[in-house]
């Protein structure tokens, strides 16, 4: 396999995230893993349900542990990038609606408010919301009994409220940070994408499903979320107006969607795919990234990028072909982060996407086949053919 070169400035990490208290007893030992493998940047996903347990209620010991981590991070030599919110709402905030109501903005903003009082002087480098337009969908696609409202309008008003929440916590957190005469801040939203295509490329209802399929789920959000942009089907109940919003836009991809005139998220037999069953399709990275470029003309995180592969049997494939789509592009990527540093050690064979195994009862941390890859790639900025012939030869997707 042929080596290539990646782009001079581009900074390559991995996702760290952070949601229960037995992580954040591993931070030491996680940060050293890191910079044994040269990692540049660490994104950190902060859990707003460990820090703020009960409403207006904050958790000073979660609080000093994340500091004395982000601390460490930074003396290590690893930039973090810390992500506000992700899944994991507070209990009592799911239970006043959560993102569907906008009189909960005003909670979310405080949070924010909080974390970036206690770390600001610590990050410089911020993603509001991950993934809002997938967590719309998964947690406001069904009939909420708080609302009694469908899915579609659910869905609508739920993405809509949290656009406007990584507005006002764009705004927040510079003038906070500036506040503290800090610069160099850098805000984005992250957003979960995919490449869109028809089952059937001759079928013009299922080409046209397809459009409708990518804008619903991603383009109307970005829009929104780095312009202010609130094209129907959104609604822009902050009255916002249109401007610049983002520093950078967050690119989590995984894989590619196939629609019909009915659905999307189909494959077909032939498709190379993952442990949990999604297309491997690596130029559906490109796609996205052109689609992103033509969207809000800014700088591009690839926040996410993963694949559940239990036994490590394609991990480095895997890598080496979302890596080669970003070499082989002229586009503005300035940072590419491998969506799982660790396995979910309850999160079963088929959902390990690691490139370190944990085991689910020592905690013991091994780096993988594809982790020292990954370290080689840091190193060399790039792969060489030696490299591609030691890890990749005889590695194969299955189907």
């Not at 037995?22 to 940047?41: F, K, N």
């Not at 903003?109 to 770390?119: E, I, Q, S, T």
């Not at 020592?362 to 982790?371: L, M, N």
Request: hydrophobic share 35%; net charge positive; charged share 25%.
């Amino acid at each position: 396999m042929k080596g290539y070169r990646l782009p001079k400035k581009l900074i390559l990490g991995a996702a760290v995230p952070v949601y229960k208290s037995e992580d954040l007893a591993h931070w030491r030992e996680d940060t050293d893993l890191m910079a044994a493998m040269g990692l540049g940047s660490a994104m950190i996903t902060l859990s707003w349900r460990l820090i703020e347990p009960k409403a207006g209620v904050f958790d000073a010991g979660a609080v000093r542990q994340y500091r004395e981590a982000l601390t460490y991070i930074r003396a290590s030599g690893i930039r973090p990038l810390l992500v506000m919110h992700a899944f994991d709402d507070p209990d009592w905030f799911s239970r006043r609606g959560g993102f569907y109501y906008p009189a909960n903005a005003k909670t979310f903003l405080r949070y924010v408010g909080y974390a970036v009082k206690n770390f600001g002087d610590l990050v410089s480098d911020y993603v509001t919301l991950s993934e809002p337009n997938i967590k719309a969908f998964e947690q406001y696609g069904g009939t909420l009994p708080a609302t009694s409202r469908s899915n579609p309008l659910s869905v609508r008003r739920a993405m809509s409220v949290m656009a406007g929440c990584h507005i006002r916590a764009y705004e927040k957190i510079h003038r906070m940070r500036s506040g503290m005469g800090l610069g160099d801040t850098r805000v984005g939203v992250s957003l979960g994408m995919k490449a869109f295509a028809p089952l059937h490329a001759s079928s013009v209802m299922e080409t046209g499903s397809t459009r409708i399929s990518r804008f619903l789920f991603q383009d109307a959000p970005a829009r929104a979320c780095a312009n202010g942009d609130f094209a129907f089907p959104l609604e822009n109940l902050g009255g916002f107006k249109r401007g610049s919003y983002a520093d950078f836009i967050g690119i989590s991809y995984h894989t590619r969607s196939r629609v019909t005139k009915t659905g999307d998220n189909l494959t077909r037999p032939e498709d190379p795919k993952t442990d949990d069953g999604y297309e491997i399709y690596p130029k559906g990275l490109l796609e996205v990234m052109h689609e992103m470029t033509k969207t809000a003309a800014l700088p591009l995180w690839i926040t996410e990028n993963s694949a559940a592969d239990g036994g490590d049997r394609f991990r480095s494939l895997y890598l080496y072909d979302q890596l080669a789509v970003i070499a082989g592009s002229d586009l503005p990527v300035e940072r590419y982060y491998y969506g799982a540093l660790l396995d979910e050690p309850d999160g079963g064979e088929t959902l390990r996407r690691g490139l370190v195994a944990v085991d689910p009862e020592t905690k013991r941390r091994t780096v993988k086949k594809s982790g020292h890859f990954y370290r080689e790639i840091i190193r060399s900025h790039g792969v060489t053919e030696e490299m591609a012939e030691r890890y990749i030869t005889g590695e194969n997707y299955h189907r």
